[in-house]
């Protein structure tokens, strides 16, 4: 299996554009995650899907972030209007079951900087 | 509510010295999941261990050991003989039972010089 895949690798977009992540979990995987990476805030989860259903979007910091998983291999990860404190390391996570508390496969993550 | 504590920073051994890199977590639930992973320079997340709350025997894999002590409410890592590949960022995390997502501590970078 190639893993868990990410796109684009690196983002630079400017301020008040719109930005769309993406993911594909490794085949069967049911649950998927999508964490962001910051120095000041570290490892941080945003939002979570089991089977496709969005069950824990807590960690999403506002409106302007919104996340999709329209079937089980495709989610994006959407910030719209994009701004400089949304800089930041993206990384989707897959695991097979969300029973199970297997270990979680990452992503090579997206490197988005807004400027 | 879930927390994890990786005190230390960042750590600078030279190649070959054993390190130990700590983890304190808190959590009130019995039945929880506790893991390593390590980020090398190339950003990635690689996975090292997982370990459920109702295993405390201590594991060895090759130069790399954990001590899991449920009293104190740590799991610590061990890198026995560092080597330079060594050299990343390592974060201990936990995850409450039936749900996946994870807490991450703030992670402990480790440099190990030749």
């Known amino acids: 299996d190639a893993g868990v895949i990410q796109s684009p690798r690196h983002e630079v977009t400017e301020m008040g554009q719109e930005v769309t992540l993406r993911c594909k979990p490794i085949?069967?995987?049911?649950?998927l995650f999508w964490y962001r990476q910051t120095m000041m805030r570290g490892l941080e989860l945003l939002i979570y899907f089991n089977n496709n259903v969005p069950i824990d979007d807590s960690g999403m910091p506002e409106d302007r972030f919104s996340a999709k998983m329209p079937n089980a291999s495709f989610s994006t990860l959407k910030i719209q209007p994009s701004e400089p404190r949304d800089s930041a390391v993206y990384f989707c996570?897959?695991?097979?079951?969300?029973?199970?508390?297997?270990?979680?496969?990452f992503g090579q993550g997206t490197r988005l900087t807004v400027v | 509510a879930q927390k994890v504590t990786q005190a230390q920073t960042e750590i600078s051994v030279v190649e070959k010295e054993d390190v130990t890199l700590d983890c304190v977590y808190e959590t009130r639930d019995t039945t929880y999941y506790l893991f390593w992973y390590k980020q090398p320079p190339s950003g990635e997340l690689v996975f090292l261990i997982r370990r459920n709350s109702f295993d405390e025997q201590n594991e060895i894999s090759g130069r790399y050991s954990w001590n899991f002590q449920k009293s104190t409410s740590s799991f610590n890592f061990t890198i026995t003989a560092s080597q330079v590949v060594d050299s990343a960022v390592y974060f201990c995390a936990l995850s409450e039972a039936r749900v996946n997502k994870l807490v991450f501590g703030a992670g402990t970078i480790l440099r190990v010089k030749s």
């Open positions: 996570a897959s695991t097979p079951s969300p029973l199970l508390n297997t270990e979680a496969f």
């Open positions: 085949s069967g995987h049911n649950s």
